[in-house]
């Protein structure tokens, strides 16, 4: 992440590698009451602006308890067939733990996309070879009678996760943006003209393969890709786009003005 934007005015894209042995965790928050899920009794609590509208740019709105409902890792690992590992964890209030963050039950593992599994296969009986699925999850309540499995025919996923996809598929998308700022859709389509092209979502690529062909890979990290689409969309407005604009930047640099000053300067050409 740190070599991507080593420079914040002109994020990397070439060659995004994380290196063998990388860890990275991702927490989920809820606004769901303990009475709304039961299983929430004692979860962590966080304050969060997370306001959808804001009044005025910036602006997130009061700060709003959150509760820890899920926990998603990635551990960079070349034995795995797709070179990284993906596990969700859920926050249980009956795991007997004193300590909230000790309550985390393991849901999941994945480390390959089972590209073979189709519905055919499924149907006939197939299940995924990638994937580790906890035996109890639907007796403890994560998985509602409701959903027929956490990820796409039983592939891993979090229960607050889209079940059509899973955490693989999802994280193989993960690519820099193109010139029109769009990005592979993360989900596969729900009704795809061709069997085919569904399971394009659920092939195992390898750590730092594009997703598609003439794309840059963010090696799964769909993180890396959301901060590059939110900077394409602020340099839209507020990056030199006529000469005038590119005069008032060097007076800024003139001045040493910079919207962020704890890093360094950019050289005269950085902003061709």
């Given at each position: 992440v740190g070599q991507v934007w080593a420079h914040p005015w002109r994020?990397?894209?070439?060659?995004?590698a994380f290196p063998e042995g990388t860890v990275g965790f991702k927490p989920l928050f809820t606004q769901a009451t303990e009475e709304e899920v039961p299983f929430l009794k004692g979860s962590p609590i966080?304050?969060?602006?997370?306001?959808?509208?804001p009044r005025e740019p910036g602006d997130r709105g009061p700060p709003v308890e959150v509760r820890l409902i899920q926990l998603d890792v990635a551990v960079r690992d070349d034995r795995a067939d797709i070179g990284w590992v993906f596990g969700t964890f859920v926050y249980h209030?009956?795991?007997p733990h004193h300590a909230p963050w000790r309550r985390l039950v393991p849901v999941c593992l994945q480390w390959g996309n089972d590209p073979d599994l189709t519905v055919q296969r499924y149907q006939e009986g197939g299940r995924p070879a990638q994937t580790w699925n906890n035996p109890r999850v639907r007796e403890m309540g994560i998985l509602s009678g409701s959903r027929p499995y956490l990820g796409w025919l039983g592939r891993a996923n979090g229960p607050v996760d889209n079940f059509k996809s899973c955490c693989a598929s999802c994280h193989s998308t993960a690519s820099v943006p193109d010139k029109n700022n769009t990005v592979p859709r993360a989900v596969p389509p729900s009704r795809p003209e061709r069997p085919e092209e569904l399971m394009r979502w659920f092939r195992n690529l390898k750590a730092g393969e594009p997703f598609e062909e003439g794309r840059k890979s963010m090696d799964y990290s769909?993180?890396?890709k959301s901060s590059i689409y939110q900077?394409?969309?602020w340099a839209k407005t507020h990056r030199p786009q006529t000469l005038l604009d590119k005069?008032?930047?060097w007076w800024q640099r003139l001045l040493q003005v910079h919207p962020f000053p704890n890093a360094p300067l950019p050289s005269s050409g950085s902003n061709k």
């Open positions: 994020p990397a894209l070439n060659g995004v966080w304050k969060a602006a997370i306001a959808k509208t209030s009956s795991h769909q993180q890396l900077y394409n969309e005069a008032a930047l």
